[in-house]
């Protein structure tokens, strides 16, 4: 017996990652933490980001997702909470203070912890009430009646997250580039104001989302 659909497949893989391409909330993160941070830290924020991801989907597919878009109050707490914290962090980046902002000395001190950062992901993939909308609209249509659920929702989820993490990946590797390339010429505050006021626009984009 098929685990699934291999022409559904071979479409739903080009697909899912020209979506998680497209610049969104988690891209965004990541663009902003490879300039702060750094490449190799950033990776603690996207394992938090695939569990919210991987969460989002399955719930998207057995159901959940459609009680939680009925009573939107669930994401409130998540949607202002999250959304100011980041905010926050980004202010403090712009203000070069705070534990993720380069150090002016260029020192690569690192104060905030993984589990702040892999929560940070976490938050911003299951907070964003877009997020599980697109799921409950797109993901449905490459599940083949005629297959057993059990077989091919592991094998799509698995595919979601590993398009996703290669595009963190490719955003976050973008970030970090250009923090090696801005801090060659010592501009330091200016690595730090612009991962800042990104980090602010998404800690916006989630709230008002």
């Given at each position: ?5 291999i ?26 933490m490879?300039?702060?941070i ?10 938090g ?5 991987g969460?989002?989907?399955?719930s998207?597919?057995?159901?959940v ?11 409130l707490?998540?949607k202002?909470?999250?959304?100011a914290?980041?905010?926050?962090l ?24 993984k589990?702040?950062?892999a ?20 993901l ?16 799509l ?30 501009n ?16 916006v984009?989630l709230?008002?989302?």
């Open positions: 017996m098929d685990l699934v659909n022409t559904l497949l071979l479409v739903f893989i080009p697909t899912f990652f020209f979506v998680s391409i497209t610049p969104g909330m988690c891209m965004t993160l990541a663009l902003s490879g300039m702060s750094g490449l190799k830290k950033t990776f603690y924020m996207m394992y980001e695939l569990i919210g991801v969460l989002v989907a399955t998207s597919v057995i159901g997702a459609t009680i939680m878009l009925k009573y939107p109050t669930i994401f707490f998540l202002y909470g999250g959304g914290y980041l905010a926050y980004g202010i403090q980046m712009w203000m070069s203070k705070g534990k993720m902002a380069l150090k002016l000395d260029n020192s690569c001190e690192f104060n905030i912890s589990k702040s950062l929560m940070q992901g976490f938050i911003t993939a299951i907070a964003n009430p877009k997020g599980w909308a697109f799921f409950i609209a797109l449905p249509p490459f599940i083949d009646d005629s297959l057993p659920m059990i077989s091919q929702l592991p094998i989820i698995l595919m979601i997250l590993s398009l996703e993490f290669l595009c963190l990946i490719i955003y976050a590797s973008g970030g970090s580039t250009l923090r090696k390339i801005l801090q060659d010429s010592s330091v505050r200016l690595i730090n104001k612009i991962a800042g006021t990104l980090m602010i626009g998404i800690g984009w709230a008002s989302s």
